[in-house]
């Protein structure tokens, strides 16, 4: 039998075992473990038959590699990711992209650890450094962001790079021994019922923000009237919401508005208390004009720290944000910021709601701009 076919072969009979251990996902929790094994196991083959497979990448044109990578990838049962030691995505397969939430074309170039817990984050890229660095697999137990309930098994494994002075990291995600089983949750697409509902949802918003924005006559303040609006920009689209107005070189923090039962409950008057030029992304923004959405965001420094030095992205549980520039009607003159903010298991800022966000912060500006709030002239 020549090489060739003993390799089809292989894949074959790793193919028929990876169905028996998909259909044994139906088993009681109690049975995880030995199924678990299994899997690691099986997992342990799988990278033998994908080493090869990458050489693939090295390949002169027009010489056809003996496996396909994507195939044997694609087909594995459990969520596999394939990422570099900084846990930036090179690839995910169909069950990493369910069980994770996150479309391939998105995920690609962006880094697992912004989808776990933020306690859990340091420790997957050290684990990934080690394995990059040729230390050797490990394991360890996570918790993905938008599944906080459900704890997961993360096996690391080193997979040979040609010409590569490092290695890739092989990463699987499976349901941790005893504990609940993993939901299978999938984001609308833009076509679906939910999709469509979501715009009639922002929509309303937009109605009654301006409404609001409108009803602001001669005798009242424009400023308590911009922040009842940030109010109703975090009812309808976020955790948080904070409101900066003025010039860029010294905007005063206007309003903050928190969750109604806080985890922290001191947290909104350190919001309140913050100076926006200490905060990156309101300073960028208001620098530039131009808005920033983070759907998944891995830099603890983002909303500055409090008097202590902890970073507010931790202390609020922060996941994704979305900061706009409050751009006069001529665009080109910055009146603020608003920032919204998301914490926790709740999914990440669409475009479609950051373009709402957006559009609301244009009307804003334009009763900023009328109520004598001055920018710093063109950015």
Not at 233 to 242: I, P, S, T
Not at 270 to 279: I, T
Not at 353 to 364: F, P, Y
Request: with cysteine.
């Amino acid at each position: 039998m020549s090489r060739s076919s003993e390799r089809e072969g292989d894949v074959q009979a790793l193919a028929a075992r990876v169905q028996e251990l998909r259909a044994a996902r139906a088993h009681p929790p109690a049975e995880y473990p030995v199924l678990l094994d299994a899997a690691l196991a099986e997992l342990e083959r799988a990278v033998e038959v994908l080493r090869p497979a990458e050489d693939e990448r090295a390949r002169p044109p027009g010489v056809k590699a003996t496996y396909p990578f994507r195939a044997v990838f694609e087909h594995l049962p459990w969520a596999v990711v394939l990422m570099d030691e900084q846990t930036v995505v090179r690839r995910v397969n169909p069950a990493a992209v369910e069980l994770t939430g996150l479309p391939p074309g998105y995920a690609a170039g962006r880094p697992l650890a912004a989808t776990l817990r933020p306690a859990d984050r340091a420790a997957l890229r050290g684990h990934a450094a080690a394995v990059a660095r040729g230390e050797g697999g490990r394991s360890l137990p996570v918790r993905l962001q938008r599944l906080p309930d459900c704890p997961l098994h993360a096996t690391l494994t080193g997979l040979d790079v040609p010409d590569g002075r490092k290695q890739d990291v092989l990463l699987t995600l499976t349901p941790s021994a005893g504990g609940p089983p993993v939901p299978a949750v999938r984001e609308p697409g833009p076509s679906e019922p939910s999709a469509v509902v979501r715009q009639a949802e922002l929509t309303a918003l937009l109605d009654r923000t301006d409404r609001l924005l409108l009803s602001c006559g001669g005798q009242q303040d424009p400023a308590a009237t911009l922040s009842a609006a940030a109010g109703l920009m975090r009812d309808g689209l976020a955790d948080w919401a904070v409101l900066d107005l003025g010039a860029a070189p010294a905007p005063v923090r206007a309003a903050v508005h928190g969750p109604a039962s806080p985890d922290d409950p001191g947290l909104e008057k350190v919001f309140l208390q913050q100076d926006p030029r200490a905060c990156p992304v309101v300073a960028e923004a208001m620098d530039s004009g131009a808005a920033a959405v983070e759907q998944l965001t891995d830099d603890l420094g983002r909303l500055g720290t409090d008097d202590e030095g902890a970073p507010l992205m931790v202390r609020a549980d922060v996941t994704s944000l979305l900061c706009v520039a409050l751009l006069a009607p001529d665009d080109t003159t910055v009146l603020g910021a608003l920032t919204l903010l998301r914490a926790g298991a709740r999914p990440p800022f669409s475009l479609l709601e950051a373009g709402g966000a957006e559009i609301a912060a244009g009307h804003l500006a334009v009763l900023a701009q009328r109520g004598g709030i001055h920018g710093p002239g063109p950015f």
